[in-house]
DNA sequence: TATGTTCCTGACCATTTGGTCAACATGTGA
DNA sequence: TCACATGTTGACCAAATGGTCAGGAACATA
């Protein structure tokens, strides 16, 4: 069903088409099976059934479940580290802690599936991710942590223990996604729309922000929304 | 648990003892093995291997795989309902939310296992809890919510959205449960003891009650243990 | 001791598991 | 056209899966 452009030459790539939609298709499916059951309940069959291929077809494009499933992990740590990006004392605290929470919901809300799959290992004992926790990452958080104290020497926030900060954060936004099926029951919906996403990432923001003490360096509160909760208040 | 105890006829009694002793090291091995590969990765045998009896002791005793599950998951939901107590628009914000925050840390470290049993099920999609999500929760967290709302309108926390303060404190404890690997993967931690839970509830009890401008109504001070904050702010 | 109930478990079964492989299909470049 | 690489998949395998069952062990009352 690709339609080659007759003007331009075609790659000298051979049948690349279709192992990129095989791929994607099998990457898809193996997200879903195994944020759901874990990578020991996922069978390679239903993976399989999901991407509508022979189970054959899977491993022959990934080798082995292993190996898919690390492949898996990689890639939603690639996501994960594309939100980790570096800050400074002299940073706007106001700002760095509101783009933090934002970036972290909207990941979680964006790859649900993987946020469940990162999940699964780390709720598993993290079989697979040991090192990436105990190095990378820990030095991430480290690094912000000392940020997050300076602030508070200056004055800018309340002297909180910043490594609880950070997992209030992403405890709170990666609810959304791993607690999905919790979520929807209890509120009744199908599903959470963008209104529902913005209003829950202002009210974690809010929270955040006053429940630390954080100040703004007097620039301009960069709000374009203001999704208050409503309620039938009258003073 | 159906023990007919006939007065009239013999009370069934037997040696108790043992299957008592048996069915706490199942279900104990149970909740962990579940809790670390799901429902479908895990196995009868391996949770036999772990409470160390035949695999057809297991099944003799809990009849079947998931006949095992249910009643872990039961068990759990009961530990869970037994801090879901009343409140009233009468009671002090402060003190019931310090108190929420309180046991539902104290559940997800005194149960861990049974934590991240909860976890997985509502990570799977809450197959077996879809009901109870529905039904009972829903209509607790809707009491709940009713409550903070009054309160908001009594001028006693700001109008934040009640449903998403719940989601907020769930999360955030909980996560010390289920991502225990990360929580000591990133502090370098080999656990986390009775000291660092206390700081840490006593931060999330310090950043909820700030956060949404919860007010006090000056009764008296909590009664039995007063957790010191170990940070001093303004007033 | 006799009798009945419960406890215990190795052997067994049908099904599913992850993975291999040979055979064939479909291209691709000469 | 040929030759060769890649794509595709049903058949197959040893191991593990949840579960059954027969039959013996242990125990309690009579």
Redesign the pocket.
Known sequence: MTQPTSAVKTP????DA??AR?EQAILTAAERIFARHGYRG?????IAEAAE?????V??YMG???ALYVRLLARMMKRWNALLDDISVEDDPAEVLTAFIERKMQLSRRHPEGSRLFAAEILGGAPFLQEYLHGELREWVEGRARVFEQWAERGLMDPVNPVWLIFLIWSSTQHYADFEAQVLGITGKDALDDADTEEITAFLTRVVLKGCGVQSRQKAPPERKMPSYSVRNDA
Chains 1, 2 share one sequence.
Request: hydrophobic share 25%; no cysteine; aromatic share 4%.
């Open positions: 000298p790539r051979r049948n279709t192992r095989n996922a069978s390679v069959q239903a291929l022979p189970k054959s077809n491993l022959y082995s479940k292993q």
